[in-house]
Structures are given as structure tokens and as C-alpha cells.
């Protein structure tokens, strides 16, 4: 077959095996994102390996996949930029901020302390510890939802949280990149760097406030097929693309921006919807099974296996441990605070996101991927049985209530 023969062959095969079995999790209680990871584990190298089969011989066939699954990155972290209300945020109050500052930095220190002793340097101990602070609440809202909590002081706190650490650990992401793949050093190195990073977020700020809503506007005028679609595609690739070649800061934080300033619009609806469909009905499958594709569980042996097993252990005790102390310091109750941590345990996409990040930037080794794809399965299966356990006895469908009331 030809090139591009075996890509059509392996996109459909990874496309439709990574919805199907995200069907199958979605019936058995879990999100889809797990089956979709599933499904690159089975074609990667920890089962069937089918990169490795006579008949897909494109040595460029892996890359290209790769490639694709770097778009859906780019566009998963675009509609999380258009999901942010910073009105919202910010009315939440100071338990939304504790506990989301919180539950960044204990789960980042407790994996460097973890990372350290199996011989990782500081910089790549870093790196596993950025594996552990990022958050994906999806599968904790869609329980809380179940138990009719979703409106309680918890599940908003849980919901705001979840977007403080979503925008801290993009820029602690960003940042952290910029300093190691730099090639400048010393203070006049960083000085340079942050100098980068103030110039492109005044700049593209600048135009996002000012020049997407109008362009927005005009192109929505004319009569083309899916203008403001492809309009927007187009200005999250210059925002993402800006962001590493004028930033000097990671692609994923200008597609953040993007998707923010797009929110603003009076085009939020059409454009979460012509995104969502481009994005999940195409590249987001490609994205979790290129995950799969690369994370090889038969690696897993020696000090890999203990690391794995200490890092789950702590993925789950740092976000309970971290966000209910900062729950707790911004006023909520011993029980309430508990009950915010055990719903921000859930790594889901964004941790597969900065995974693969520090992994492709040469942060942490390629082994490590193998590692967080086991911590997200884990820390993804465990959290809604224990999200049950933590709402037992509080009872179910409680009147709304403010943060901080």
C-alpha cells in the first residue's frame, strides 16, 4: 500500500475503535476518555503493536499520527479556553482560588520528592511532578450531576478550582519549557525570556480583545461555507503558533487565549459547536489513542514499576491531601473541604495533555508516558466510587448554595 493508503487504514481503525470502546466506558460508568486510551493501548506496542505489522511499512506513518494527535491538542485546549468564565471565577471567591492553587503545588512537590530518589534530576523530577498537578473534572461533574450535587457549595468550588488549575499549571507549563528548552542563560537568558512572554501577551491580548470580535463579525457576513468556523481555526493555530515563536511559551497557552477571548464574542454557541464537532469527532480519538500508541506497560519493569505504583498512590493522596487544605484555609468545612479534594483526583485529558508535552520537549524520558497513562486509568476509575463515599450521608438534591455562604 501507499502512504497514504496505510494512513487512511490506521486513522479509520483508530478512529472507530477509540469511539466504540469509549462507548463501552461510557455504559459501564466511566468517561469515554478511558476507553479511547484504551484503544491506543491495544494497537500500541503494550498489545498488538500494529505500527510494527508488514503491511503499515511507512516509517514516517507514526509521525504523522503524532502530528495530527499535536492539532488535537492544540484544539481540546482552545474549547477549554472557551469554557472559562472569569466572571464566574472570580465571584467565586478565595476557596476556589486556595484550594485550585493548592492542589497545583502539593501533587508538583510530592512528585519531585518522589522522582528524586529513582534518579531523575531536578529538572526532570519537575517535569513528573507537573504530570501529578494537573486536573480534569469532567468525570467528577458528570457524578456529581448523578447524585444531584452539582449546584451545592462543593460542586461550584469543585468547578472553579478546576479552572485555577487549569490556567496556573498551562502557565507553570509554559514557562517551565521555555526555561529548559531555551537557549539563553543566566539572568540576562530569563530577563529576555519573560520579556518574550510580556510582549505576546500584550500584543495578542490587544488583538484578541479588539480584532476577534470584529473580525468575527465581518467574516460571518459573507457568504462562504463555514467562514466563521474556519475563521476561528485559523486564529487559534496564529495564537498557538505566536505563543512559541514570539512568547517563547508553550503552543497550548496561545490556543487557551484564543479560546478565551473567543468566549467574549457574541459567536460563543456556533463556535463551541463547529469546534467541538471538528475536534471530537476527528482529532480528540486520534489524540488518546496516539497516546496508547506510544506507552509500552510491557516497559514497565525494575524501579519503572515501583514508581508507577508510588505515583498513583500519590497522584490520588496530593489532589485530596492539597485541595482540601486550601479549601479549608478559604473557609469551608473539614467535610466540604474533603469533599472538593476527592473530586479534583481525576487527571483525565489535561494530564495526558501535559504528559505528553514534558515527554515530546525531552522533560522526562518516554517511559514516564507509560507511567502517567497508567496514573489517569487509575486515578480516573477511582474517583467516582470514592466521590460517592465522600457525599454519603449528606443527602442528595440539597438546594443551590454560594461558595463561601
Known sequence: MTPVLQLLLLLAVLIAAAKMLGLASTRIGQPAVLGELLAGLLFGPSVLNVLALPFFSDKHLGETVSHLAE????????????EVDLGQMRRAGRVVVFSGLSGIFVPLLMGIAVALPFGYNPVQAAGVGMLLAATSVSISAQTL????????????????????????VILLLSIMLALTGGTGAGLVGIL???????????LFGVLGRFLIPWLLTRINRWPISQGLLAAIVVIAFIFAWAAEVVGGIAMITGAFLAG????????????????????????VPIFFANIGLHADLGALRGNLVWLALIIVIVAIVSKIVGCSLGAWAGGF????????????ISRGE???????????NGLVPPDVITVAVLM??????????????????????????AVGD
Open 333 to 344: 468545612g473539614r467535610a466540604e473541604a474533603l469533599r472538593l479534594g476527592v473530586g479534583m
Open 192 to 202: 529576555w525570556l519573560i520579556g518574550r512572554m510580556i510582549l505576546y501577551l500584550a
Open 376 to 401: 489517569v486509568i487509575v486515578t480516573t476509575l477511582a474517583t467516582p466510587p470514592l466521590l460517592r463515599m465522600a457525599f454519603r450521608g449528606r443527602g442528595e438534591g440539597m438546594a443551590t448554595a
Open 350 to 360: 489535561v494530564g495526558l495533555i501535559v504528559a505528553t508535552l514534558v515527554v515530546n
Open 71 to 82: 492539532i488535537g491538542v492544540i484544539l481540546l485546549m482552545f474549547i477549554a479556553g472557551l
Open 260 to 283: 478565551i477571548f473567543a468566549a467574549r464574542t457574541g459567536f460563543h454557541r456556533p463556535i463551541l459547536e463547529g469546534v467541538s464537532a471538528l475536534t471530537y469527532g476527528f482529532f
Open 145 to 168: 450531576l448523578e447524585l444531584r450535587v452539582l449546584r451545592s457549595k462543593e460542586g461550584i468550588a469543585l468547578l472553579g478550582a478546576a479552572v485555577v488549575d487549569d490556567v496556573v
